[in-house]
């Protein structure tokens, strides 16, 4: 079964457009997570994947503008959309029946995806699961392969 990994987008972004692996490498989390993530796959470009409040489902490679939005000051009706989207674009791109996702992202970007996808599609325990993000930070650290001082 193949595995992907789905990190969250973060408020902290590059000011100018880029790739959107670049976008989000201000922030600690995101640059933890995302190292957490290619320690365990064979193939980053297809195995790890940005969860966007904008964009929804976005490649690493994929070119976009800096933005200021986020799941956290929508309303429901805009999170159920955004779950809808996002869950339509993974259909496009994955079996999803062969495919197991590991959620590395808060409970706000879980949610709204977690109606479409059945347990056997769900990586469980979610690794960063209902942790506040200073928390996640420590986890993602001790799981890590990597020397902490890389992540500094």
Same mark, same amino acid.
């Given at each position: 079964m193949k595995k992907v990994y789905l990190i969250s987008c973060t408020a902290n972004k590059q000011k100018y457009k880029c790739k959107a692996e670049e976008m989000y490498s201000k922030s600690n989390l995101f640059r933890l997570s995302l190292s957490y993530a290619l320690e365990r796959v064979d193939d980053k470009d297809s195995q790890i994947f940005i969860l966007s409040a904008k964009h929804g489902l976005l490649s690493l490679l994929e070119v976009i503008e800096p933005y200021d939005? $986020? %799941?956290k000051r929508m309303n429901k009706s805009e999170i *159920? $959309? /955004?779950?809808k989207k996002v869950y339509k674009q993974m259909k496009e791109k994955f079996d999803l029946k062969n495919t197991k996702f590991i959620f590395l992202a808060g409970q706000s @970007? *879980?949610?709204? %995806?977690?109606? @479409?996808?059945?347990k056997e599609t769900i990586e469980n325990p979610i690794p960063v699961n209902k942790r506040m993000i200073g928390k996640?930070? #420590? /986890? %993602? #650290?001790?799981?890590?392969? #990597?020397?902490? #001082?890389?992540?500094?």
């Open positions: 939005m $986020t %799941l *159920i $959309t /955004w779950g @970007y *879980i949610k709204p %995806l977690e109606q @479409y996808l059945n996640r930070m #420590k /986890w %993602l #650290k001790e799981n890590s392969d #990597k020397d902490e #001082k890389s992540f500094s």
